[in-house]
């Protein structure tokens, strides 16, 4: 299937969904302007005007996603390595960039299993770079929403056992779900779905770490985006969390989790991040 036919099945899905994104470039979308912090080439005038009203508000928002995706692959990386983990749902993958969850994992375990889940039309025009799996292991995309956990579940079972432990991967997306939407209910029932050893790994914007300047970024990307963001604390982070047994260092700002260097500890970011298991 080509991109065009591919953005073409997603936006004909999108009716289905009713409240999924459409191929639309007058509006920023969060995959798109992310792309943007991140250097990429995926995204349009819109998207780039709203990455950068955020970046007049917050300036370190660029180290801040920076220092989000180090933390996606040492997270992946310790799991697949310390933590024996061959089992990968990553919802909310994005555009894929550097160090993909498939690319860290199977990098030390050729084995490793990983579903991918998003529901932009441009990320599943570029999922074709997300089933680039080993021989030995195995790749999935599900063009879904996070919201719809059910359907997701059952689509993940192609690929996931899911009488064996999975990390559940959930990596600047939960920002994007709004209270209304019920993130925590959402999160348990995924983790419900898990077998104990499972693991869950999160990182979410912060609206307590250089709050002024957050709120600020968040009024004028809600003025300009398709999905408003909502900003959480630490302990709304932490509340992700509960039931599970949270790993050392606990909940903290996404680069001094595990950081391989003093270099990467001293990044800065305004992120919570964190990893727990199921007992
Ligand atoms: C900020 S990006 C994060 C990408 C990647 N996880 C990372 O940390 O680099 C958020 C991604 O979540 C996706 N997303 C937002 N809301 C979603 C939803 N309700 N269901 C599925 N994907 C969603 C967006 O399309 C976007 O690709």
């Known amino acids: 299937m080509s991109a065009d036919e591919e953005l073409d099945s997603s936006q004909s899905a999108e009716i289905a969904a009713g409240d999924r994104p459409g191929f639309d470039t007058s509006v920023a979308h969060s995959a798109r302007v992310h792309d943007y912090w991140l250097g990429g080439k995926e995204n349009y005038a819109a998207d780039r005007a709203a990455g950068d009203a955020v970046i007049a508000a917050y300036p370190g928002i660029v180290m801040s996603v920076r220092a989000n995706r180090a933390f996606l692959a040492r997270v992946a990386r310790f799991l697949a390595a310390e933590a024996g983990i061959r089992q990968f749902l990553d919802i909310g993958t994005g555009i894929p960039s550097a160090n993909n969850t498939h690319e860290v994992a199977q990098a030390v375990a ?21 089933l680039d799996s080993s021989p030995e292991g195995a790749t999935d995309y599900i063009d879904a929403d996070f919201r719809n956990f059910d359907a997701i579940l059952l689509q993940a079972a192609r690929t996931i056992d899911f ?17 209304d939407d019920d993130p925590y209910g959402i999160v348990s029932a995924l983790m419900d779905a898990v077998p104990a050893g499972s693991y869950l790994a999160l990182s979410q914007v912060a609206s307590d770490i250089q709050a002024e300047q957050m ?17 959480r604390s630490h302990p709304e982070v932490a509340r992700f969390f509960t039931g599970l047994e949270l790993l050392p260092p606990g909940v903290v700002p996404v680069q001094q989790w595990r950081p391989r260097s003093d270099f990467e500890a001293q990044s800065k970011s305004a992120m919570w991040g964190g990893v727990a298991q199921k007992a």
Do not use: C, F, W
């Open 110 to 130: 050729p084995d490793a299993r990983v579903v991918y889940v998003d529901y932009d039309p441009v990320v599943l025009a570029h999922a074709r770079a997300l």
């Open 215 to 231: 709120a600020e970024a968040a009024k004028r990307y809600n003025r300009m985006a398709r999905e408003t963001q909502r900003h």
């Open 163 to 179: 009488s064996r432990p999975v990390a559940v991967m959930l990596i600047a997306v939960l920002h994007l779900i709004g209270d």
